[in-house]
C-alpha cells in the first residue's frame, strides 16, 4: 500500500472508533442506567471535617462520588454492601510532597549527590514515568489517593503520569504535577563540571531574574503544570526576593499555587515574603517568619523523619555495629530534635500545616507507600494528635492543593476517596500506614 492509502485507511479507522465511543455514550444516556452503589460501614467513621467520631459510620456512594454519610443512612436495596467491622472509615491520605519519578538507593544517606547524578544521567523520563507508575500504584495501595508531586521527574514526566492515571491506564493516586522545579544557578547538584552542567536544565529551569521567573512560571504552565515547585536555597547563590515575587505573581495570576522548598533564616523568609502557599521543610526557620506564615495561612509541611527511619536510609538492610549505630544517631539527633522543636512552635504559633513525606529514597522491605507514611510518627513524636495528624494529612492538605471542593473529607458531593484502618486510629496513629480497604473515585483499589 502506498502512504496515502496507508494513511486513508488509518483516518477511517479513528473516524470509526469516534463513532463507536458516541454510540456508546449515547446507549448509555438513553437506557437511564443508574450509577452503581455502593455501601461502605465500619465500627468508626472520621469525616475529617468534624472534630469527632461517628460510631456505625455508613458512606453511600454512587458512581464516582459520596451520596451519603454518617450513622442514619438509609441503605438502598440495590447497593453493595461492604461491611468492615472493627474498623474506621477515613478520606483518602494526601501526601502534598511527593517524588513519584525519582528512587534513590537509600544505603547511604551521605551520597545523595552522586545518587541525583546517577539518576538524571542514566534515566531517561520515560523510564522514570514507569517508575512513577509502579510508585503511584504503591502510593495507592497504602492509601494515598492524592499526591502533590514536587518535581524531579525529568521533563515533565509527572505530567505523563498524570495524565496516564487519569486515563485509566493505570492506577495511582490523583496527581498535582509540578513539572520541573525552579531553581537558582546549579539546581539541587552537587558539583558538576563545565560539561556536565548540561544536565540541571534536564531537572531544574534556572532562573536568571525577574523576568525569566516569570517566563519559566509560563513555560511550566504551557508543560502542564497544576503547581510551581520552587527551590529557594541553591549553593552559593538563593532565589532572590524580587525572582520569587514574580514567580509568585505570575502563578497567582494563573490560579496556581507554589510550593516552596526553603530552609534557614533567609530562604524561609524570602518565600514567605513573597507570599508563597507552602513551605517545604524549613527545618530552621524563625519565629518572625512562622508568625508570618500564620498570618498569611501558609502551610508548613514539615518532611519529617523519624530516627529509625533515618537509620534504615543509612544502612539499609545492613546491620550496623553498635558503635557505628551509636555515632550515627548522636550525629543525627541534633537534626531529629530541631525538627520537632520547630514542628512544636509551628503548632503553638498558629501555622497551617499538611503533611508531606519527601520519600525518595529505597526503604527496606517497604512499598513506597508505606515508607511515606512513616512521616506521621515524627508528627506524633512531635505532639501532633492524631486528629491534628489526619487533618494535615486530609482535609488541611486538599485547602493547600486548592481542592477543598472535591476531596479532603468524607462529604455529600465529593470524589468517594475512603479508606478503612484497622481499630482507631486516634488511640494509636500507625494504625494509618495499615489501610486495608481502598477506594479512590468510587473505584476499588483494595478491599
Ligand atoms: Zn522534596
New binding site residues.
Given amino acids: 500500500m502506498t502512504w496515502r492509502m496507508l494513511r486513508r485507511v488509518a483516518i477511517a479507522g479513528i473516524v470509526g472508533v469516534c463513532v463507536l465511543m458516541a454510540n456508546f455514550r449515547l446507549n448509555a444516556q438513553e437506557t437511564g442506567a443508574k450509577p452503581q452503589r455502593v455501601v461502605i460501614r465500619a465500627a468508626r467513621l472520621i469525616d475529617g471535617k468534624s472534630g469527632g467520631v461517628v460510631r456505625n459510620g455508613v458512606v453511600l456512594v454512587e458512581g464516582d462520588k459520596i451520596a451519603a454519610v454518617g450513622a442514619g443512612v438509609a441503605i438502598p436495596a440495590d447497593a453493595r454492601v461492604i461491611d468492615l467491622g472493627d474498623a474506621t472509615l477515613l478520606p483518602g491520605l494526601i501526601d502534598v510532597?511527593t517524588?513519584l519519578l525519582m528512587e534513590m538507593n537509600g544505603t547511604n544517606l551521605n551520597e545523595q549527590d552522586t545518587e541525583m547524578l546517577r539518576v538524571v544521567a542514566t534515566q531517561s523520563t520515560a523510564e522514570r514515568a514507569l517508575l512513577g507508575a509502579k510508585l503511584a500504584r504503591e502510593d495507592l495501595e497504602a492509601g494515598i489517593t492524592t499526591v502533590r508531586d514536587?518535581?524531579?521527574s525529568g521533563m515533565n514526566g509527572d505530567v505523563a503520569l498524570r495524565r496516564a492515571i487519569a486515563r485509566g491506564w493505570l492506577p495511582g493516586p490523583r496527581i498535582v504535577a509540578s513539572t520541573r522545579a525552579l531553581a537558582p544557578q546549579g539546581g539541587q547538584f552537587g558539583r558538576l563540571t563545565p560539561e556536565a552542567q548540561k544536565l540541571i536544565e534536564e531537572e531544574y529551569v534556572t532562573i536568571r531574574g525577574a523576568e525569566s521567573a516569570r517566563q519559566a512560571v509560563r513555560q511550566a504552565l504551557f508543560d502542564g503544570a497544576d503547581c510551581i515547585k520552587v527551590i529557594v536555597n541553591g549553593t552559593p547563590a538563593d532565589v532572590t526576593l524580587e525572582e520569587m515575587k514574580a514567580i509568585v505573581e505570575e502563578a497567582h495570576l494563573a490560579e496556581v499555587k507554589v510550593a516552596a522548598?526553603a530552609i534557614g533564616n533567609k530562604a524561609t523568609k524570602i518565600a514567605a515574603e513573597a507570599g508563597v502557599d507552602s513551605i517545604?521543610?524549613a527545618y530552621v526557620v524563625p519565629d518572625d517568619v512562622l508568625k508570618m506564615m500564620a498570618e498569611k495561612h501558609i502551610y508548613l509541611v514539615p518532611?519529617d523523619g523519624t530516627m529509625k527511619t533515618f537509620e534504615d536510609m543509612m544502612f539499609g538492610t545492613r546491620v550496623p555495629s553498635a558503635k557505628e549505630k551509636s555515632d550515627f544517631e548522636k550525629g543525627f539527633q541534633p537534626f531529629v530534635e530541631g525538627e520537632r522543636e520547630r514542628l512544636k512552635r509551628a503548632k503553638k504559633m498558629g501555622v497551617p500545616i499538611a503533611a508531606g513525606s519527601?520519600m525518595?529514597l529505597t526503604m527496606p522491605g517497604m512499598s513506597r507507600g508505606q515508607a511515606s507514611l512513616l512521616v506521621y510518627e515524627a508528627y506524633a513524636e512531635a505532639g501532633l494528635t492524631p486528629m491534628e495528624i489526619i487533618r494535615a494529612a486530609t482535609s488541611d492538605a486538599a485547602d493547600l492543593l486548592g481542592m477543598k471542593a472535591q476531596i479532603g473529607t468524607l462529604e455529600v458531593g465529593k470524589f468517594a476517596d475512603v479508606i478503612a484502618v484497622p481499630g482507631d486510629p486516634l488511640n494509636d496513629v500507625k494504625a494509618l500506614e495499615h489501610a486495608n480497604f481502598v477506594m479512590k473515585g468510587g473505584m476499588i483499589v483494595k478491599n
Fill in positions: 510532597h517524588h514536587v518535581g524531579n522548598h517545604e521543610h518532611t519527601d525518595y
